[in-house]
């Protein structure tokens, strides 16, 4: 799994980044192309702001996207109900191409978000 630069700074606001096992992520720094992208992504991803919603957070979530995309990463993992939301409505609007599909731990458990076409949002 990815760990982003942007993820690290958020974490270490409230405890060390270096308390955590690590050996199992691959640290992926906000560069230059995350950046332009980013930039793109901030108008619509920006629509999708509820009015509660802090405007900082909603610039790192966007940060965060940009960079999956410019990696082609196809999921992104969140405990954020509200960045999920975000995700999956600029999915749904379909103007931007290779959004990752969003995974909320705090829903439970389904390997359909895996499956093709990530069926797991469907309600059965």
């Known amino acids: 799994m990815f760990l982003s630069t942007i993820v690290i700074s958020e974490f ?14 691959i640290v992926k720094p906000f ?17 999708t702001k509820m009015p509660s919603e802090d405007r900082v957070a909603v610039k790192d979530d966007i940060k965060l996207l940009a960079q999956c995309m410019t990696a082609g990463i196809g999921h992104f993992i969140s405990d954020d109900a509200a ?4 995700v999956t409505a600029l999915r749904t609007m379909g103007r931007v191409a290779s959004l990752p599909y969003a995974i909320c731990t705090q829903e439970s458990f389904s390997d359909a978000w895996f499956a093709e076409g990530n ?3 469907l309600n059965l």
């Open 12 to 25: 270490e606001v409230r405890q060390r980044i270096t308390d955590l096992e690590l050996h199992n992520f």
């Open 31 to 47: 560069n230059i192309e995350d950046a332009i992208a980013a930039g793109r992504l901030f108008e619509q991803g920006f629509a």
């Open 83 to 86: 960045c999920a939301r975000r």
């Open 119 to 121: 069926q797991g949002s």
